[in-house]
Nanobody
Framework: VQLQESGPGLVKSSQTLSLTCSVSGGSITTGNYYWSWIRQPPGKGLEWIATIAYSGSTYYSPSLKSRTSISRDTSNNQFSLQLSSVTPEDTAVYYC??????????WGQGTLVTGPS
């Protein structure tokens, strides 16, 4: 399976960050696969943001839940992230990834999103 993130690299203050992950080589509705967004701010560790399950169930990081929405487009085999009210602290490399068998076993290459300065 291959994952590819897409979306704008710059987001202005208070705007909504929108990213899409296109998945090839496997369906996002296949059982027991969970599709996630993870980010890594400069000089910091990985931070899990949200997950959408093969069933469509969604899960959010408590610290970001109020600003985050994850959704999917099964016809195009994509899932998306929206993060509202962006601040400089949202600057990070954003990854989409697949979770299966207790680990993230497939990752996109990541996309740098720069928030307001």
């Amino acid at each position: 399976v291959q994952l590819q993130e897409s979306g704008p690299g710059l987001v202005k203050s208070s705007q909504t960050l929108s990213l899409t992950c296109s998945v090839s080589g496997g369906s996002i509705t296949t059982g027991n696969y969970y599709w996630s967004w993870i980010r890594q701010p400069p000089g910091k560790g990985l931070e899990w943001i949200a997950t959408i399950a093969y069933s469509g169930s969604t899960y959010y990081s408590p610290s970001l839940k109020s600003r985050t929405s994850i959704s999917r487009d099964t016809s195009n085999n994509q899932f998306s992230l929206q993060l509202s009210s962006v601040t400089p602290e949202d600057t990070a490399v954003y990854y989409c990834a697949r979770y299966s068998n207790s680990c993230f076993d497939a990752w996109g290459q990541g996309t740098l999103v720069t928030g307001p300065s």
